[in-house]
């Protein structure tokens, strides 16, 4: 890869153009899931290979990048106001460059530009290979081209070869800077999602579920454990629906560990986020027999009601949920559990909500990441459903189920 001679343009009294040549600097904002911390990662080690510079405030920087969630309004409404806030930024530093990411650009597109006319280009999740190139285009090219997009590839219309092959192409094997070394990386292990939950814009903006080689995850392993890293999380939407033909054996999750543990250096391994129809005996058996895999598993239930299940479009029942806890405990001495769930989502009764708490008590979950449902455009949910159940009353179930969450904490502290 060409590296970047950063250059600054300069008006000179004449009225000619001069530049200075100086270390060109990016800041990047992430918000949301485990996805976009990788994804950004993985843009801040591309960017650093080509000279650039990565600094932590916003006024210093001549590329500003935001790497945005569409899961809650609340997350899109904050990038709105943080890009407004830096009109003023991109009039003081006309040469500057502002972009957005991940998710909420996938969604919105064009949407971003007319909201925000001083943002310079919008890159999908599934189109980061073209950041560097984006950049640099906007650099050298005078005058400046058109707003750019480039969206991921959509399921509806075009082929899931061309959508797969999408994702494909930003795997960048990552240098972990001297001033960022840490113990810990997370490692991408699926793209996508295909579970298709009503209230989720995930499987629309990330893509199909796809699985990346067994090759090259021990690979990407292998060469953070040569820079000092000893604790991976393999992460994935549906981490556990993790599946590769490999000739003609099929490789799983519960095969995957078996390989990741031979590398020496790795010390643990977690494996985040779990779909409560994955965790299969195989899978449960690994985590119990190897020694380096953690006996935490996160495993998402969002309610505890058969009704709210199915309108969620979860594919599983409370029931069948109960039994896997069962399972995992009676399977992994010692396993410990934590789970999402989201109260006050369409249609949900009292009786409804009381099955979730039920549930909770029943699981005994270490902890558990509680949301009020929120609509968001493009889910089959706002489509098909009113969120009907008012604020006041979001509100005091999203406390009550915390404190039913904080009180088993609690005693489970007490017990360790």
């Given at each position: 890869?060409?590296?970047?001679?950063?250059?600054?343009?300069?008006?000179?009294?004449?009225?000619?153009?001069?530049?200075?040549?100086?270390?060109?600097?990016?800041?990047?904002?992430?918000?949301?899931?485990?996805?976009?911390?990788?994804?950004?990662?993985?843009?801040?080690?591309?960017?650093?290979?080509?000279?650039?510079?990565?600094?932590?405030?916003?006024?210093?920087?001549?590329?500003?990048?935001?790497?945005?969630?569409?899961?809650?309004?609340?997350?899109?409404?904050?990038?709105?106001?943080a890009i407004g806030?830096?009109?003023?930024?991109?009039?003081?530093?006309?040469?500057?460059?502002?972009?957005?990411?991940?998710?909420?650009?996938?969604?919105?597109?064009?949407?971003?530009?007319?909201?925000?006319?001083?943002?310079?280009?919008?890159?999908?999740?599934?189109?980061?290979?073209?950041?560097?190139?984006?950049?640099?285009?906007?650099?050298?090219?005078?005058?400046r081209p058109a707003?750019?997009?480039?969206?991921?590839?959509?399921?509806?219309?075009?082929?899931?070869?061309?959508?797969?092959?999408?994702?494909?192409?930003?795997?960048?094997?990552?240098?972990?800077?001297?001033?960022?070394?840490?113990?810990?990386?997370?490692?991408?292990?699926?793209?996508?999602?295909?579970?298709?939950?009503?209230?989720?814009?995930?499987?629309?903006?990330?893509?199909?579920?796809?699985?990346?080689?067994?090759?090259?995850?021990?690979?990407?392993?292998?060469?953070?454990?040569?820079?000092?890293?000893?604790?991976?999380?393999?992460?994935?939407?549906?981490?556990?629906?993790?599946?590769?033909?490999?000739?003609?054996?099929?490789?799983?999750?519960?095969?995957?560990?078996?390989?990741?543990?031979?590398?020496?250096?790795?010390?643990?391994?977690?494996?985040?986020?779990?779909?409560?129809?994955?965790?299969?005996?195989?899978?449960?058996?690994?985590?119990?027999?190897?020694?380096?895999?953690?006996?935490?598993?996160?495993?998402?239930?969002?309610?505890?009601?058969?009704?709210?299940?199915?309108?969620?479009?979860?594919?599983?029942?409370?029931?069948?949920?109960?039994?896997?806890?069962?399972?995992?405990?009676?399977?992994?001495?010692?396993?410990?559990?934590?789970?999402?769930?989201?109260?006050?989502?369409?249609?949900?009764?009292?009786?409804?909500?009381?099955?979730?708490?039920?549930?909770?008590?029943?699981?005994?979950?270490?902890?558990?990441?509680?949301?009020?449902?929120?609509?968001?455009?493009?889910?089959?949910a706002a489509e098909?459903?009113?969120?009907?159940?008012?604020?006041?009353?979001?509100?005091?179930?999203?406390?009550?189920?915390?404190?039913?969450?904080?009180?088993?904490?609690?005693?489970?502290?007490?017990?360790?």
């Amino acid at each position: 890869m060409l590296k970047w001679s950063p250059q600054i343009v300069e008006d000179t009294a004449e009225g000619h153009q001069t530049y200075q040549s100086m270390p060109q600097k990016f800041y990047i904002e992430t918000l949301g899931c485990q996805m976009n911390v990788l994804d950004s990662e993985l843009a801040c080690s591309v960017l650093q290979q080509t000279g650039r510079v990565q600094t932590d405030t916003p006024a210093d920087a001549d590329v500003i990048l935001f790497n945005t969630c569409s899961v809650r309004q609340h997350a899109e409404d904050k990038v709105y106001s943080a890009i407004g806030r830096l009109k003023g930024w991109k009039e003081e530093k006309p040469h500057g460059i502002l972009g957005v990411l991940g998710c909420m650009a996938q969604k919105d597109q064009k949407l971003i530009f007319q909201r925000a006319p001083h943002v310079d280009f919008v890159l999908g999740p599934g189109r980061l290979n073209r950041l560097v190139e984006t950049i640099d285009q906007l650099l050298h090219e005078s005058p400046r081209p058109a707003k750019t997009i480039c969206a991921s590839l959509h399921r509806a219309t075009n082929s899931h070869a061309d959508v797969l092959e999408s994702f494909r192409l930003y795997n960048p094997d990552r240098m972990i800077p001297d001033t960022q070394k840490t113990d810990s990386a997370l490692v991408r292990i699926t793209f996508g999602c295909d579970q298709f939950c009503s209230y989720c814009v995930v499987p629309f903006v990330r893509g199909p579920e796809q699985s990346r080689s067994p090759k090259d995850i021990v690979n990407e392993v292998q060469h953070l454990s040569d820079q000092g890293v000893t604790r991976i999380t393999l992460i994935g939407q549906t981490v556990n629906s993790y599946r590769y033909q490999e000739g003609e054996k099929q490789v799983r999750l519960a095969d995957l560990l078996y390989r990741i543990v031979d590398v020496d250096a790795v010390e643990q391994i977690d494996f985040v986020t779990n779909y409560p129809l994955g965790m299969d005996e195989d899978l449960l058996q690994a985590v119990r027999d190897l020694p380096k895999v953690s006996k935490h598993l996160h495993v998402p239930a969002q309610s505890g009601s058969d009704t709210v299940l199915k309108r969620m479009n979860r594919h599983y029942t409370a029931a069948h949920y109960r039994e896997m806890t069962d399972r995992i405990y009676g399977t992994i001495p010692g396993a410990t559990m934590t789970s999402d769930f989201i109260v006050g989502f369409c249609g949900e009764t009292e009786e409804d909500f009381e099955q979730t708490v039920d549930l909770v008590k029943y699981c005994r979950f270490r902890n558990s990441f509680i949301f009020k449902y929120s609509e968001r455009a493009g889910t089959k949910a706002a489509e098909l459903y009113a969120d009907d159940v008012p604020e006041d009353v979001k509100k005091y179930r999203n406390n009550r189920l915390l404190e039913v969450q904080i009180e088993i904490s609690r005693q489970q502290t007490i017990n360790d």
